[in-house]
């Protein structure tokens, strides 16, 4: 079975410009997770979507930080503009879990984009 | 709100040791427990999980976990390292439900190096 796929792998821009992830989770995956891992810290969560809804966005910069699942298959994040407080690794995750469910299903998550904010 | 603490930030070890990451939580509501591994420039992958049951969990490459909820600690263990473990553990902690199920919170990292 494939993976999460994320693209890029690696991305370098100048503070104020702005850029954008995309995500694949595993078929058949109704739940999809975008997180947020700066260095020397544990992921945190930005948003959760269901199917092509969003879940919980309650850490999310909005003003700064969008994000999308059209289609409820692959997502995009995308942050304009960026600031030098961006530069993180960027992690997709996705799930078989249905929201209410009360099984926690695990979490399959893939390589991450490294973005450097200049 | 939940919280994850992980109390070693870096964890060296001989070839062959036995090896204790420690992780302690903050909860107000019972929580499931995991813990993660990322090998560098990698994704997380699990180890194990507790959901319920046996506090004493067993995962993959020979790892376990036992989970205590009187001292809401989760500390993993492993009877004897090998250099490919090295990489960083994550112990983190999700609400079984409400609106935020299956979210995930992430303890800040235990970076484990195993020395021949």
């Known amino acids: 079975e494939a993976g999460v796929a994320q693209s890029p792998r690696y991305k370098i821009i100048e503070k104020r410009q702005s850029v954008a992830f995309w995500c694949n989770p595993i078929?058949?995956?109704?739940?999809l997770y975008w997180y947020q891992q700066i260095l020397g810290q544990g992921p945190k969560l930005l948003i959760q979507?269901?199917?092509?809804?969003?879940?919980?966005d309650s850490q999310l910069p909005k003003d700064r930080f969008s994000a999308e699942r059209l289609k409820g298959v692959d997502s995009t994040l995308k942050i304009q503009p960026a600031k030098l407080e961006d530069s993180a690794v960027y992690l997709c995750?996705?799930?078989?879990?249905?929201?209410?469910?009360?099984?926690?299903?695990?979490?399959?998550f893939g390589p991450g984009t490294r973005l450097l904010v200049l | 709100a939940q919280s994850v603490t992980q109390l070693d930030s870096q964890v060296p070890v001989f070839e062959e040791a036995p090896v204790e990451l420690r992780c302690n939580y903050s909860s107000s509501v019972s929580v499931y427990l995991f813990w993660y591994v990322q090998y560098p420039n990698q994704g997380l992958q699990l180890l194990l999980k507790y959901l319920s049951g046996s506090t004493l969990v067993k995962g993959i490459n020979g790892f376990e976990a036992e989970f205590n909820k009187s001292q809401t600690s989760f500390h993993l263990r492993k009877p004897s390292v090998h250099i490919s473990d090295t990489a960083e553990y994550f112990c983190?902690?999700?609400?079984?439900?409400?609106?935020?199920?299956?979210?995930?919170?992430f303890g800040k990292g235990t970076k484990l190096s195993v020395k021949p």
């Open positions: 995750a996705s799930s078989f879990v249905v929201a209410g469910a009360s099984i926690q299903e695990t979490q399959y």
């Open positions: 979507f269901q199917n092509n809804g969003v879940v919980d």
């Open positions: 983190a902690v999700s609400r079984p439900y409400g609106g935020s199920q299956g979210n995930l919170i």
């Open positions: 078929s058949g995956h109704a739940t």
